[in-house]
């Protein structure tokens, strides 16, 4: 039988204290280092926010203050903007940046946003959830897909 391991941080941002509670199969972790690796269906939660991956190493500062989120294999999530846009999607890598909220997602991206029906496919893509901005690129031999749903309004039915 498989044993989940609950290890809760508690993050103080500018605006208070949120709980940041991570679930895996296992967990290690070294303070001399700063890195903690949870591996075996990870899943992290924090207010609307969820991130789920194989394994996830988190890196902290001397203060025991998380600087970097590393997650790889199998990698799905659900992000929330600042401005409210909810985006879905996948990777193969994410790296997160709590400082600056800003992922950085790498390998068969597919990044949709949900409020606006726009997706983007492609081989790095960086979302600043502060700003509400996203960047992508493509590979050499593929390029960056963006999808629009556009309604025609001069269009009529028959």
Known sequence: MRYKIVFGLLVTSILGANELQIKANSFNA????GLSVFSGNVNIKKQNDELNASTVSVYTNKNNEPIKYVA????????????????????????YMP????????????????????EIIGDEVVLKTVEGKAYAKGVKSEPVIMIFNISDENSTKE
Not at 30 to 33: F, L, Q, S, V
Not at 72 to 95: L, M, W
Not at 99 to 118: A, G, I
Request: charged share 30%; proline share 0%; net charge positive.
């Open 30 to 33: 070294d303070e001399n280092t």
């Open 72 to 95: 790889v294999g199998n990698v799905s999530f659900v992000i929330q903007t600042k401005q409210a846009s909810i985006y879905r999607g996948e990777a193969g890598k994410v790296i």
């Open 99 to 118: 400082e600056t909220k800003e992922y950085h997602f790498f390998k068969n991206v597919h990044l949709r946003q949900v409020d606006q029906k726009k």
